[in-house]
């Protein structure tokens, strides 16, 4: 049986529309006691965006699966029609994306925390996985030291990054690496730091740099009290994602401000656009300076998840309250196709990523218009025309009221 | 590509939480002309349930797939987390099962049906598949008499044991058995009983103990006018089911009083209690003394089905009409999720399972209440914020629920 990337791959076809995703990431709430029991999405005001939902389709999406709570890479996955169980980003290749890092296709990139440990008879004891949450600063200067001592091993260069507090990247960039590596965190103190162990015979030359790199790392941080040293996870490398002009024929741009979605959508074969602002009318001034150049436009609005994960609601409706006000920019350039979601649910009662379905609209002059709405939220999703499907659907939807699909099978 | 059940044992997490599955067996009904165009559901005087329902999340399940009708097992296995379409269970291990015999992981169990032939040239062929539906006390004396006068062939032990009127199952106890054996029952009359063939070669020891066992069982049988022959259906051996405790991390009991539903919680881990009432009042007696001691309670509830099955529309409501009265009990309880809902529909209409989509309630605090549902019936439950699902998601949203998954996935 196909996968649903070479059916639609096969069935795809050209033509001039233009199809917009908007990620308000995180979107998804749950009802808060502080709102008389209603979610962000239904307490924010937001006009436009309800006349909007009468005139739409609404729906609820499955990121994964019912009941599970996705990453944020497993979320943008589905909604770029990849199958989020099939690929998988591991940590490290994540970590190198969210602090901008440009890895290359054959980079093995793993995510260390720095840790405290004290050494008996000789050997390390993992005192404090996370060398006491030094401030970013401090793991910049460390991270700077290792640099100048470790330049490359056996011929294969290392490139160390700070990331945020305890974190930290390391990329091995040369010939024949292999991320089959097993991690040395062991999750827990008291105990020793693992080695790393080559999970496939091609990956024992990549084990013994690896292993070298953390000996190496250990002994320029020996006189260290605190960050002294590295614990490594998530050795990975690129997933080889077939590109959005391959499997849907379309010339694709992403506007994201944060570096891991930036990295997403490269991953995919978008154009990442350059955005100097950080403000959704940034985005919206970026998006409509190209809004010639481009079949498909990826819009990632960043702030309704952070909001979300401080627990703070208030805020949360407010990113809501903006987007809603900028909306009118958006419909202005009238897209064939615009679709207003989110990759997971981040509930402010939860502070955090969740299970729950994420709701969708899908404007088009084709869709069927849930036109008796309340407006654009959870509850009214719920019943929408679209129904409860997989995230990984979107694609579908979008290519189909684009015209952009032909009939499959005879 | 994993599976459900592979994804869902790495993210589960463990922690206090304890969660309580109520499977109402047979729930779902259709619209009775008799009850004005209600369902049993609907008709029925629920007080309890539909307060529930405003501060839950309804929903409808497919047990299997839409159209497909579940057998208790499939349906049970779903709702258990494990795919019903890739665990099967044999009819000889269910019938095994539904006489609370304790089969063990070598037995060869398989279904009987006695028979009546006639004898042509000395070849029996089949007048009466099920000879005349005899009394059940009538099958009690053939079985003493044949396991009196067999008692093991070629060193294996055979069990003989009668079930409901024309219905026995016999179990195979010996070494190197297996169950790969073709069915004896034609499932036509006039005709010759089949002969037992193994289809695999490591059968065809067991297959010759098979034959030799109905050669015998013809023989001791040659006298009798009605019951004078055993037709054997579905061979099958116990399903190497993981545990709850092994996917899910749970500590896990069961209440049930049918025998079937009891063996189907004990192949997958589960602490079968000892439940000495039938009532719904002594079932919940026994959970509330021993909810301490668990993490996860399966609670089977046997008379929706039994009163749909008869046809008796009344029954079905006034079990409904019990269990609502039971309800705050259980609420008292104070489960941290609660799901309410069926293996299956067992429509008093159809006097039988049906394909017809489960109605689902879950209870806890962090979901999207339908707080605008009129109860808990089946036309609320379509349009509830859970949506339409396979019930094999029933596990992961109750895990997802009690907090007890981390996320997929970076």
Redesign the interface.
């Known amino acids: 049986m196909q996968s649903l990337s070479e059916l639609l791959q096969d069935l795809t076809r050209a033509n001039k529309t233009k199809i917009l995703l908007v990620v308000l990431d995180g979107l998804g709430g749950?009802?808060l006691p502080e709102l008389n029991?209603q979610?962000e999405l239904e307490a924010a005001r937001t006009p436009n965006l309800d006349g909007l939902a009468r005139r739409s389709s609404l729906g609820?999406t499955h990121p994964?699966?019912?009941?599970?709570?996705?990453?944020?890479?497993?979320g943008h996955l589905a909604l770029f029609g990849y199958?989020?169980?099939?690929w998988?980003?591991?940590?490290g290749v994540?970590e190198a994306l969210g602090i901008g890092f440009s890895l290359q296709s054959q980079d093995v990139a793993v995510r260390g925390n720095f840790a405290t440990v004290a050494y008996q008879n000789g050997s390390p004891v993992i005192i404090d996985r996370r060398a006491g949450r030094p401030a970013t600063a401090e793991t910049e200067n460390i991270c700077t030291c290792l640099q100048l001592a470790i330049r490359q091993i056996n011929g294969v260069e290392i490139i160390i990054r700070p990331v945020k507090e305890h974190r930290f990247a390391v990329i091995f960039r040369g010939a024949n690496l292999d991320a089959r590596l097993s991690d040395t965190d062991p999750q827990k103190e008291g105990v020793a730091p693992l080695s790393v162990r080559s999970l496939a015979q091609a990956a024992e030359s990549t084990a013994e740099i690896a292993a070298e790199f953390i000996r190496q790392a250990a002994t320029v941080l020996i006189g260290e009290k605190k960050i002294n040293y590295p614990l490594l996870r998530?050795f990975s490398q690129l997933p080889n994602l077939p590109s959005f002009a391959n499997l849907y024929g379309l010339k694709a741009a992403a506007i994201a401000v944060y570096p891991m979605y930036r990295g997403l959508a490269s991953l995919v074969g978008m154009k990442v656009l350059d955005c100097p602002g950080e403000t959704i009318e940034a985005e919206l001034t970026i998006l409509k300076n190209h809004w010639s150049d481009f079949d498909y436009f990826f819009l990632h609005i960043k702030g309704t998840d952070s909001k979300g994960e401080d627990g703070d609601y208030q805020g949360k409706m407010a990113v809501l309250e903006d987007f809603d006000r900028q909306l009118p920019h958006i419909l202005s350039l009238k897209p064939d196709v615009l679709v207003i979601t989110g990759d997971h649910s981040t509930?402010a009662?939860?502070k955090n990523?969740?299970?729950?379905?994420v709701p969708f609209l899908l404007h088009s002059p084709f869709v069927r218009c849930d036109h008796d709405v309340t407006g654009f939220h959870?509850?009214a999703c719920?019943?929408g025309s679209l129904?409860?499907f997989r995230a990984v659907h979107t694609m579908s939807l979008m290519l189909a009221h684009a015209g952009r699909l032909n009939k499959f099978s005879a």
Chains 1, 2 share one sequence.
């Open positions: 749950i009802p029991g979610t609820l994964v699966l019912p009941g599970i709570t996705p990453g944020s890479s497993a199958e989020p169980l099939e998988i980003i591991g940590r994540l998530g509930p009662r939860l990523h969740s299970w729950h379905p959870e509850l719920r019943q129904g409860h």
